[in-house]
């Protein structure tokens, strides 16, 4: 008497094994493309607050300007008279604390672009540090390697808004497109009093 035993023949092994390939193959892919796209979106809301928040900050600062309860006739606002495609400044002035000086802490604000970040300085005192509000800032709103001014007057002699647009960029590309991620935002301030 014969007995046969059950179980699986070997091409039937080898086509159960091929059949799992492809779905752990397309399974893996599937997990792949949705790091990428985690990954960009990630970066993409990393820049929008960046963008946002020094937008914020500087807005407010920009507000401020000409603040001058005594009189004093100071100008609210010093503009960079020569910004190139790598380095933009402003420097805001207001006499936040009525004492008729600039000396105080946060009366004295120069804010400057230097081609990669945002600094600031709350001071008169021109040997004190700055500190950075933000890095990946590129100001090339269209990718086209020519960055846009960040600080832009409706006049150059006698301003009476200042347009503040920032960019910010991605450190790396989008790994589904290769491109880098680019965030624009921007602000018209209306100024107190025109220089």
Known sequence: MRTTEKGFSLVEMMISTAILLVVLTGVASLLVQNAAIARAEQMSAQLQTSARSCLAMIVQVVRSAG???RD??????????????????????????EDGDLLDIDEAVRIR?????IEWRKSSDVTAPYVVLSDAISNDADGDGTPEAMFV????????????????RSPVP?????????YTVSSEVALRTAI
């Open 113 to 117: 672009w230097d081609g990669t970040r």
């Open 153 to 168: 007057p409706d006049s150059l002699t006698t301003p009476t808004s200042v347009t503040i647009r920032i960019t910010a």
């Open 67 to 69: 603040w001058d309860p």
């Open 174 to 182: 989008d790994p589904r497109t290769g491109e880098f991620i680019r």
């Open 72 to 97: 004093l006739g100071f100008a609210p606002l010093a503009l960079d008279s020569a910004p190139t495609s790598t380095s933009n400044f402003i420097e805001v002035f207001a006499d936040l604390n």
